[in-house]
C-alpha cells in the first residue's frame, strides 16, 4: 500500500513539473471541457438536465383545455378527457405525440413539443374547446356528459341518460338512497363492473351492477321494478328495466364516467 501511495505522489511531482515545463515553453495548457447535454435522460458522470415545462402533470388551466382540444384533433387522446386537468391520461396521450415526432417522450409538454404540436394542429374552435350541452325534455345535461362516454344521472328528474360525445343513446328511470344512505353526488368513473353481483352487506343481488363510488353502483333492482318509487335503495342507484340495462351492461366499460347531478 506504501508503494502505491509514493508512486502516486511521484506522478502527481511529474505531471505538475510537465505542465511547469510547457508554460514556460509559451505552451498554454487548456483544461478539458465537457459539453453538458440537454437530455431526458443520463449521460454517463453527468447529471441530466431536462429541458423546461411549459405543461405538466397537475397543472389545472385553460391553456391545458387548448392542448388537449389539439391531442384530440390528432386521436390522441379521447373527448372524455376534455377537462383543464393534466392528468393521466393527458401525459399518455403527449408521450404518444412525442414518440410520433421523434420526441423523447417526456409526458410533459416542453418549447420543442409544443412547437411541433402547433404544427401538426390547428387553432381549436369555441365548439371544440366548450362542446355544446344536450338539452333533454327542456333541461341542459350536466356539462360534464357533454363530451366522452358518460352515465348521466339526474337526481331531479330521476333520469340516468347514457351520453356518447354529447348524444343521448339510452335513458333509464332510476330512484336513489334513502336520506341517511343518501347516493352520492360528484364525478365518478366506473371503477369495476359484476354481472351477477350479491351485496355482502345486505345479502341482497345487485345484478348487472357498475360500481362507480365505494360500495355504490348502478344496477337493476327486481324491488324497484316491484314497488317503483315506494322503495329506495342504499345508495345505489337503482334501474326497473332489465332488458335495457342488460344492453347497458355490455357497452359501458370501466373508466367510463359517472355524473350525478342535480339539474
Given at each position: 500500500m506504501r508503494a502505491v501511495v509514493i508512486r502516486n505522489v511521484v506522478a502527481g511531482v511529474v505531471a505538475g513539473a510537465t505542465v511547469a515545463v510547457l508554460a514556460g515553453a509559451g505552451v498554454v495548457a487548456r483544461a478539458a471541457t465537457v459539453e453538458v447535454k440537454t437530455v431526458p435522460f443520463e449521460v454517463s458522470?453527468?447529471?441530466?438536465?431536462?429541458?423546461?415545462?411549459?405543461?405538466?402533470?397537475?397543472?389545472?388551466?385553460?391553456?391545458?383545455?387548448?392542448?388537449?382540444?389539439?391531442?384530440?384533433?390528432?386521436?390522441?387522446l379521447d373527448k372524455q378527457y376534455l377537462d383543464n386537468e393534466y392528468g393521466t391520461m393527458t401525459s399518455g396521450a403527449v408521450k404518444k405525440f412525442q414518440q410520433s415526432k421523434g420526441i423523447p417522450p417526456l409526458g410533459y409538454v416542453d418549447q420543442n413539443t409544443w412547437d411541433k404540436l402547433l404544427a401538426a394542429t390547428k387553432e381549436p374552435t369555441q365548439k371544440e374547446l366548450y362542446p355544446p350541452v344536450p338539452v333533454i325534455d327542456g333541461r341542459k345535461l350536466d356539462a360534464r356528459c357533454a363530451t366522452g362516454t358518460a352515465l348521466c344521472i339526474d337526481k331531479t328528474t330521476r333520469k340516468l341518460r347514457y351520453v356518447v360525445d354529447g348524444v343521448v343513446k339510452m335513458q333509464f328511470d332510476v330512484r336513489f338512497g334513502a336520506v341517511k344512505t343518501a347516493t352520492r353526488e360528484g364525478g365518478f368513473t366506473v371503477g369495476w363492473k359484476s354481472r351477477n353481483h350479491v351485496s355482502k352487506l345486505y345479502d341482497s343481488p345487485m345484478p348487472?351492477?357498475?360500481?362507480f363510488s365505494g360500495g355504490q353502483a348502478v344496477h337493476y333492482s327486481s324491488d324497484?321494478?316491484?314497488?317503483?318509487?315506494?322503495?329506495?335503495?342504499?345508495?345505489?342507484?337503482?334501474?326497473?328495466?332489465?332488458?335495457?340495462?342488460?344492453a347497458?351492461?355490455?357497452?359501458?366499460k370501466v373508466g367510463d364516467k359517472v355524473i350525478v347531478y342535480r339539474s
Amino acid at each position: 500500500m506504501r508503494a502505491v501511495v509514493i508512486r502516486n505522489v511521484v506522478a502527481g511531482v511529474v505531471a505538475g513539473a510537465t505542465v511547469a515545463v510547457l508554460a514556460g515553453a509559451g505552451v498554454v495548457a487548456r483544461a478539458a471541457t465537457v459539453e453538458v447535454k440537454t437530455v431526458p435522460f443520463e449521460v454517463s458522470g453527468q447529471l441530466p438536465i431536462y429541458p423546461k415545462a411549459l405543461y405538466k402533470y397537475g397543472a389545472v388551466n385553460v391553456s391545458v383545455r387548448k392542448l388537449e382540444a389539439r391531442l384530440i384533433q390528432l386521436k390522441m387522446l379521447d373527448k372524455q378527457y376534455l377537462d383543464n386537468e393534466y392528468g393521466t391520461m393527458t401525459s399518455g396521450a403527449v408521450k404518444k405525440f412525442q414518440q410520433s415526432k421523434g420526441i423523447p417522450p417526456l409526458g410533459y409538454v416542453d418549447q420543442n413539443t409544443w412547437d411541433k404540436l402547433l404544427a401538426a394542429t390547428k387553432e381549436p374552435t369555441q365548439k371544440e374547446l366548450y362542446p355544446p350541452v344536450p338539452v333533454i325534455d327542456g333541461r341542459k345535461l350536466d356539462a360534464r356528459c357533454a363530451t366522452g362516454t358518460a352515465l348521466c344521472i339526474d337526481k331531479t328528474t330521476r333520469k340516468l341518460r347514457y351520453v356518447v360525445d354529447g348524444v343521448v343513446k339510452m335513458q333509464f328511470d332510476v330512484r336513489f338512497g334513502a336520506v341517511k344512505t343518501a347516493t352520492r353526488e360528484g364525478g365518478f368513473t366506473v371503477g369495476w363492473k359484476s354481472r351477477n353481483h350479491v351485496s355482502k352487506l345486505y345479502d341482497s343481488p345487485m345484478p348487472y351492477a357498475m360500481f362507480f363510488s365505494g360500495g355504490q353502483a348502478v344496477h337493476y333492482s327486481s324491488d324497484f321494478a316491484a314497488r317503483g318509487y315506494n322503495g329506495a335503495s342504499h345508495g345505489c342507484v337503482n334501474v326497473r328495466d332489465l332488458t335495457k340495462i342488460k344492453a347497458l351492461f355490455d357497452m359501458v366499460k370501466v373508466g367510463d364516467k359517472v355524473i350525478v347531478y342535480r339539474s
